[in-house]
């Protein structure tokens, strides 16, 4: 059970990027008060939490009604996973992040972000949803659910930890330390994303 909460954990965690999200949150929050940008920091963690909690409880069926089997689910999303860390690897993922906060940012009218970009798709985006898909329909009965929602609930929390600390986080880590950071876990999500098709096959090969 512990072992596939840190599983589970680690995934998402990488996936999400807690400390990629700060700094995109500080600059697209930088001329809002104090008071709005907690709102809005609470507001995109709970939308990601509904996306993620809802794909992940409602995933397998809709795999099923659309007759994709598990396995091909489990090859093609660590197919996805394996270009998302690739792009951490090669910092890719946060020029695309850095990228959409300008557009966002030059638009006078969007001044409440937490929907978009941040809720979706910065935390809840498509590798997180697919992530969130994947071990749970990989999960045993009611307990494996619950610890892979508690390794969602896990992450979430220190992704609004990092939210509301962004100003701080920036000045602690700087942009040195961030991009190491990015590419290590992007390592460490390429050999996830590896495991996943390792995962698939074997099912195929077994069918």
């Known amino acids: 059970m512990i072992e596939a909460f840190v599983s589970a954990f680690i995934t998402f965690f990488v996936v999400i990027d807690p400390p990629g999200c700060a700094p995109i949150f500080a600059g697209l929050t930088r001329d809002c008060t104090p008071v709005q940008r907690r709102s809005m920091a609470i507001r995109s963690t709970l939308v990601a939490a509904g996306i993620l909690v809802f794909f992940g409880m409602l995933g397998y069926k809709l795999l099923h009604a659309l007759g994709i089997s598990l396995a091909a689910f ?5 197919i996805m996973m394996f270009m998302i860390a690739l792009d951490m690897v090669f910092e890719r993922r946060t020029q695309r992040r850095e990228h959409r906060a300008e557009e966002v940012n030059a638009d006078p009218e969007h001044n409440d972000i937490s929907v978009f970009p941040m809720g979706i798709p910065m935390i809840a985006g498509p590798g997180s949803i697919a992530s969130a898909m994947l071990l749970m329909a990989r999960s045993d009965g009611w307990e494996g659910s619950l610890v892979v929602l508690g390794a969602i609930g896990a992450v979430l929390v220190l992704t609004l930890v990092s939210l509301l600390s962004a100003a ?4 602690l ?3 040195r330390l961030e991009a190491m950071l990015t590419r290590l876990l992007g390592v460490i999500l390429a050999a996830l994303a590896a495991q996943f098709v390792i995962d698939g096959v074997t099912i195929a090969l077994r069918l």
Do not use: A, D, H, V
Not at 74 to 78: A, F, H, L, N
Not at 168 to 171: I, S, Y
């Open 168 to 171: 701080f986080l920036m000045r």
């Open 173 to 175: 880590l700087g942009k």
């Open 74 to 78: 489990r090859i093609s999303g660590g």
